[in-house]
């Protein structure tokens, strides 16, 4: 073994180093003092951090191979770390734990995922970047910042600036808040409890929105939006896919060009603009002042009362219970009624 990791883990004097399996860690390096930010790089394996109360402060590292034999035995591991730079140091309040090969593979079935679950104090920043698994942050209120390119996001009570980008995986994040940005290039986004200022952003899946306050803006590129119980300020559009929308009490900035359209609101906030290619319907609060303004081919409502100006076969336009927020609405047929 080089130099360099010998080095390594005789630093690691207060490591426990065991014997290699899919559940137990090959080095478990204990964390002592105050930590404030935490830094993780891997090439090729996972990453998790929590704030969980109760746990005590380490870092773990799993060793497996990308072959199919997946658990190796320790002498198997250290030869094959000849070809990684390999380290866990924790120095001013900082814990750094780092995994980077040192060449490319000719032999991609030699090469090891080296992953990181680090346990700290949940006042603390991160800054992760993996290229070969997911990341998953639980219980932790800082600024946290994090990047895979092979993997999916898992975001479970996290409060403060939390920014997440992966290119190959699912985004899930939950019981967060206060700002929220998140994207993916390959997967779907699930979001439930969270409040704040939330971005989400998907090429290629779906929007699944649940019990979200504040103001969200939610888009995809390749499929259907789902949402309930949102509350705030919401934008959301798709390019290929069917938009269904209930428990609103919001406003609302919707659009589709490839699917079908249905909202309930319990209440409207401060307007409703919705643009889509397919059909529309639409549930209102019947008790409500409101201003409609809906156009499509063929528009059709089920009130006759407390309603004051047009309604043609292709718009509406006038005041309901006397006016307020304009609910503006275009597409393909509209069919509105009243709750």
Known sequence: MKKHLLLFFVACQSCVVFAQDSKTPYITKPISGAVKDVFVNTSGGSITVSGAAGEAPRVEVYIQGNNGNRDLSKEEIQ????????????????????AKNKRSFSNWGNS???SFKVFVPKNVNTNLNTSGGSIHLDNLEGNEKFETSGGSLHIDKLTGIIKGETSGGSIHVSNSGSNIDLETSGGSIEAANCNGKIHLETSGGSLHLSDLKGTIDASTSGGSINGNNIAGEFKTGTSGGSINLTQLACALDASTSG????????????????????????????????????RADRVEA?????????????????KLNGGGPTVAVRGN??????N
């Open 112 to 114: 090891l995922s080296i």
């Open 302 to 318: 089920n009130f006759t009362s407390n309603f004051s100006g047009t309604k043609e076969k292709e718009k509406i336009d006038g």
């Open 333 to 338: 047929r509209i069919n509105l009624d009243l």
């Open 259 to 294: 699917g079908s359209f249905h909202a309930q609101f319990n209440s409207v906030g401060k307007y409703v603009k919705v643009d889509v290619s397919g059909n529309v319907n639409i549930s209102l609060p019947g008790k409500q002042g409101l201003n409609l303004d809906l």
């Open 79 to 98: 030869k094959r770390l000849e070809n990684y730079d390999l380290s866990v140091t924790v120095t001013g309040g900082e814990v750094h734990a780092t």
